[in-house]
């Protein structure tokens, strides 16, 4: 399959980005080096190319009413509460309640605006088409950035002033230089920060003005990747996937009490497991050595029973050692609980802990 | 100093081969954080994987140049894997090998045919 480019390409290979093939897409999995640019991100501004996740406007037929009712029907949170000018983290369910994505979802006045995985975007845009019809239009004219870190907020403010007023998981629109920014206070690293939506045509020109202020830095999908693990963000295809609930997956927190009674896909099991307690749940591992247990580790009990599957793994920068995520049969899953993980044939000592391994820093 | 299609160097060192990787592999690799060493007094064939070098990013093998016994380690890299990114041709070697002969390391790539393979 031919690789898609980012409309960043060029400024990522002079940036002297690695590109790798991921989800389709030509993206830089480094600049200066992963190490570097996750704590860099953890200190001041880290800018990412996200261009390549999935913008979907739901545009709705009649009334907003009607089509958040309609993406109720989809997914077991609120969206018929979501005021203007917010956003929501959401699950999409199949029949069996596994989770087919997870996306974002801003209420942006007159529609809907979601941000889906890059790998799951046809999939997402068939699935939603099939249940809303022509209410979904896919956005193809715009690049994803994201600014998260502790200085993001200086650093775009100097460019957007009204992003000093934004709380966490606010959106606004602002009209700039590089054309209609439409700008969420969200991320995924556990920082506070910003994902901007910029027209192509501006992109370069916004990228380029954050990139020459002091405090921001261009990131890679590396340190993408462990920011969001010692954050405890799950990572569909790895952490959750067709074959894992919300309750496995402790999302359960996305689900509010008003979808409790059903009305979604998978509600059955979904709501046993809410009741009842799942099987296996997601928990945070710290192996006790040096040696990092990556994804698919077997997970066995203190007797060699088998509890479990590690579905994200690697070094925590921040943290300083090993971290990773997995799934453990629900009896293991208590903080604290001492399990083995085998490495390259050995059983090595690792602790199921609490997540997150870093603590986040929205702005609420 | 020799260097294998593998980009890892050899040098022999007294009675000794000593072995590490290149700095175009500890670039490659990115940030080191953990490297598995073998036990002293191993006994390794060419191409057995000997040691295990886990970065940010991934697990790496590194295997063995030639036939020999592990003689030593270099236990330093226990507690600083981050030698491999700073030093990899100096204070971050992996293994000394006793070998039967010396001169297999002949064999192997000198530098200015190593600098072509990497480009």
Redesign the interface.
């Known amino acids: 399959m031919d690789l898609q480019r980012l409309p960043l390409h060029d400024l990522h290979v002079e940036l002297g980005g690695r590109m790798v093939p991921f989800a389709g897409w030509h993206m830089p999995?480094?600049f200066e080096?992963?190490?570097?640019e996750?704590l860099h991100t953890r200190r001041a501004a880290g800018l990412f190319d996200v261009s390549h996740m999935g913008q979907v406007i739901l545009r709705p037929r009649t009334d907003m009413a009607a089509l958040c009712a309609e993406m109720e029907a989809l997914m077991p949170v609120a969206a018929a509460a979501l005021p203007e000018g917010r956003q929501r983290y959401g699950l999409l369910t199949n029949a069996q309640g596994g989770i087919l994505d997870d996306l974002m979802f801003a209420n942006r006045g007159d529609h809907l605006l979601l941000v889906v995985n890059a790998g799951r975007a046809a999939e997402d845009i068939a699935h939603l088409r099939a249940h809303l019809g022509d209410q979904v239009e896919p956005v193809t004219d715009r690049a994803l950035l994201a600014l998260q870190g502790p200085q993001a907020e200086d650093a775009l403010a100097r460019l957007v002033p009204a992003v000093m007023a934004m709380r966490f998981m606010d959106v606004i629109t602002a009209d700039t230089l590089f054309g209609a920014l439409w700008i969420s206070r969200s991320g995924y690293t556990g920082e506070d920060g910003f994902e901007i939506s910029v027209p192509v045509p501006g992109a370069e020109g916004l990228a380029r003005a954050l990139l020459a202020m002091a405090e921001v830095a261009p990131i890679g999908l590396?340190a993408r990747d462990?920011l969001r693990l010692e954050a405890g963000l799950c990572l569909h295809g790895h952490d959750i996937d067709a074959s894992t609930t919300p309750v496995e997956a402790a999302l359960s927190w996305a689900i509010p009490k008003s979808r409790r009674g059903g009305g979604f896909p998978g509600a059955e099991r979904i709501l046993a497991e809410l009741a009842d307690g799942p099987e296996r749940l997601r928990v945070g591992l710290a192996p006790e050595g040096?040696?990092?247990m990556?994804e698919g580790t077997a997970l066995f009990a203190a007797d060699g029973t088998p509890v479990g599957t590690v579905t994200s793994g690697?070094?925590g920068?921040s943290v300083g050692a090993?971290v990773a995520m997995g799934y453990v049969a629900a009896a293991h899953a208590a903080p604290g609980t001492p399990l083995f993980g085998e490495v390259?044939g050995k059983r090595l000592p690792v602790l199921v802990a609490a997540l997150p391994f870093i603590p986040a820093s929205f702005k609420r | 100093m020799k260097y294998t299609e593998e980009h890892e160097w050899l040098r022999v060192e007294g009675d000794y081969v000593v072995v590490g990787i290149t700095e175009h592999a500890a670039a490659q690799l990115g940030d080191v954080v953990f490297v598995e060493l073998p036990e002293v007094e191993t006994q390794v064939a060419t191409g057995d994987e000997v040691v295990v070098i886990e970065s940010v990013k991934a697990a790496s093998d590194i295997l063995a140049p030639v036939d020999g016994e592990v003689v030593e380690v270099n236990d330093e890299l226990a507690s600083n894997p981050g030698l491999v990114n700073e030093d990899p041709t100096g204070r971050a070697w992996f293994f000394k090998l006793k070998v039967e002969d010396l001169s297999v390391v002949d064999q192997f790539m000198d530098e200015d045919e190593y600098a072509d393979l990497i480009g």
């Open positions: 999995v480094q080096g992963v190490m570097a996750h590396g462990s040096r040696a990092p990556r690697g070094f920068p090993p390259r």
